[in-house]
């Protein structure tokens, strides 16, 4: 019969309009921003960079608690090239006390990123991650988009809070090499003392 | 400039074997009416312009122009590193990133001699058909939109695409820029509860491809706009190097997943659906049919995947310096052959990067399925073609 066809397709489209009053998962779509959805845990959109801070929550102490020894790793790998990093002249102590480099600048061009993520899987100090936040549109489209080291610095807690499952593997790995590096400092001044020891007898 | 009838003569007059109707003889006195259709026009997906000559409403002349979402990503890509080239293949035909990521990864591994983990040509797999099935999905969406069914077969696929998408975003971190492949295996591990609910999710494919099945497959308004309109002949397909869903509704038999095997895909037991006579409704059915295929492989693959490393350990981030030589790594993308052709002079970034799109290649014979036809039909043959901008520019 002609007509059967286009008959069927249309029960099927009946179906799925009565349906959606019927059963919650017909609905496909949330009222943002009302409602929202929780972003995945995997989620990312831009890096940040994350600071350890000794007592958290005021954020005062973030710029001693840089992870980043302005190695320029990332600014070499990104391949949109939207890192730039200055060298600092001086050095100051990293976590496990070794005296390391830190960045005197530290710029990403949110509007040239493209949240690859390669710098953060190059990244051998754990220093840059992903973030969350999503909603950053501003009127300002030169110094808006471009962030700073201050505006980058995150908390490591706030690193746990959007990725945690990541972040515990992070701190599990950094406290084991902070023992290794420990016991490293030790056997070498035992070695030391021994050898003083020896050269004494 | 005008176009006069000595230059569709000139056309009709060209070698046997091509499939151009015998002649087209304008039934009109008078000149052509030449239209652009596009750049920026509601049927073209994308900056795409047909420029036709037109006989009243039969298309005498096509001259399809395009370049105008030229991103030169193939002079880019020889300027950095090999890692730094994946993010930007993800951009190439952005309705599916994972299958351009693993044809990328497939030359490089081909150029370095890389080994690549059980688990991960898993993953690859289970992806990789994710991904054909939210494309066909979309494809017919967007054919039936150029019909004239404004959105509801469209909105049907996108909310299965939707499904798929949030997987996607589950494991790699983006919806669309998933960025996942590395040379030697995937960035990251499926957890278990990932895999649970790819399976239930898998579980609802064949659900939708029945209802698509009914709500289309028989209407009548789309079997009389679609049959019989844009014949492609299999020789001309294979001549032109057409490949993917196009060729096989020319009926042509060439699956690389058959062909090469490439990856685990001789594992699988699937098969590969062929076209009788070449027209929009064979195509489209080579897609629907091609999706439950993919239903097949993806409820093979969940269930035979096992635990195991994801990364190659001799696998290499940075500083990856193949030796001299080349390599040519393709796979059967949603859209037809995508390979990736490398050569490497030892140094840290490819001497020669270079691309086959299928979208590009599909393309070239629109001028020869449109000839003859109308208006209107030219907008619905150029969809049947299913094709992404970004990836015929690049």
Not at chain 2, 302 to 331: C, D, F, H, W
Request: net charge negative; aromatic share 8%.
């Amino acid at each position: 019969m002609l007509g059967e066809g286009i008959l069927k397709g249309m029960a099927e489209t009946a179906k799925n309009f009565f349906g959606s009053y019927f059963s919650a998962d017909r609905l496909t779509t949330v009222e943002y921003p009302e409602q929202r959805i929780a972003p995945y845990e995997a989620a990312r959109v831009f890096p940040f960079l994350v600071y350890d801070s000794k007592n958290p929550g005021d954020g005062a102490d973030w710029e001693a608690g840089l992870r980043c020894v302005a190695c320029q790793i990332c600014e070499k790998e990104c391949p949109p090239k939207c890192i730039f990093i200055e060298k600092s002249q001086d050095k100051k102590p990293d976590f496990v006390g070794k005296p390391q480099f830190y960045p005197a600048r530290f710029d990403i061009d949110i509007s040239v990123c493209m949240s690859c993520q390669i710098c953060v899987e190059v990244c051998p100090f754990e220093a840059i991650k992903m973030d969350t936040e999503f909603e950053l549109s501003t009127d300002d489209r030169f110094g808006g988009l471009l962030l700073d080291r201050k505006q980058l610095a995150k908390s490591n807690e706030y690193y746990h809070q959007i990725h945690p499952t990541e972040a515990s593997t992070v701190d599990a790995r950094l406290a084991a090499e902070k023992v290794k590096a420990e016991a490293r400092v030790k056997s070498a001044a035992a070695a030391k003392t021994a050898a003083i020891a020896g050269e004494g007898a | 400039m005008s176009v006069t009838h000595g230059d569709c003569a000139a056309i009709a007059g060209k070698p046997e074997g091509w499939n151009r109707p015998a002649a087209i003889e304008p039934e009109n006195e008078g000149e052509l009416l030449e239209v652009a259709m596009g750049p920026h026009h509601p049927s073209t997906h994308g900056v795409f312009r047909m420029d036709v000559a037109l006989d009243g409403e039969r298309v005498m002349r096509l001259r399809p122009v395009f370049g105008y979402l030229h991103r030169n990503h193939e002079k880019i890509a020889e300027g950095q590193s090999y890692l730094a080239s994946m993010p930007y293949t993800d951009r190439l035909d952005y309705i599916c990133p994972i299958t351009n990521n693993w044809a990328y990864a497939l030359a490089v591994e081909k150029l370095t001699g890389q080994e690549v983990p059980e688990r991960a040509e898993y993953l690859r797999v289970i992806l990789g058909e994710l991904t054909r099935f939210q494309n066909h999905a979309s494809s017919i969406g967007f054919l039936t939109q150029e019909m004239g069914a404004m959105g509801t077969p469209l909105m049907y696929a996108f909310r299965e695409r939707e499904k798929i998408l949030d997987l996607f975003e589950e494991l790699t971190g983006a919806r669309m820029m998933v960025n996942y492949m590395r040379f030697g295996g995937c960035r990251v591990d499926a957890s278990p509860g990932w895999l649970e609910r790819t399976r239930k999710v898998v579980a609802g494919l064949a659900g939708f491809v029945d209802e698509f099945d009914r709500l289309l497959s028989s209407n009548e308004i789309l079997m009389a706009r679609t049959q019989g309109v844009g014949v492609l002949q299999p020789e001309l397909a294979v001549n032109a190097g057409v490949t993917g869903p196009m060729l096989r509704a020319s009926g042509v038999n060439y699956d690389i997943r058959k062909v090469d095997g490439y990856g685990i895909y001789n594992r699988f037991k699937f098969r590969v659906p062929l076209g009788d006579h070449g027209d929009v409704y064979d195509r489209y059915m080579i897609r629907m049919l091609e999706m439950r295929e993919s239903i097949k492989i993806l409820e093979q693959a969940l269930n035979e995947i096992q635990p195991g490393p994801v990364m190659s350990p001799t696998a290499k981030l940075r500083g990856l310096r193949p030796k001299p030589g080349e390599a040519y790594g393709r796979i059967e993308a949603p859209k037809g052959e995508l390979g990736f052709y490398l050569i490497s002079d030892g140094g840290p970034n490819p001497y020669r990067y270079r691309v086959r799109p299928p979208s590009l290649i599909n393309l070239t014979v629109l001028e020869d399925m449109c000839l003859g036809v109308n208006v209107a039909d030219v907008v619905l043959i150029f969809g049947s073609v299913d094709i992404v901008l970004g990836e015929v520019d690049r």
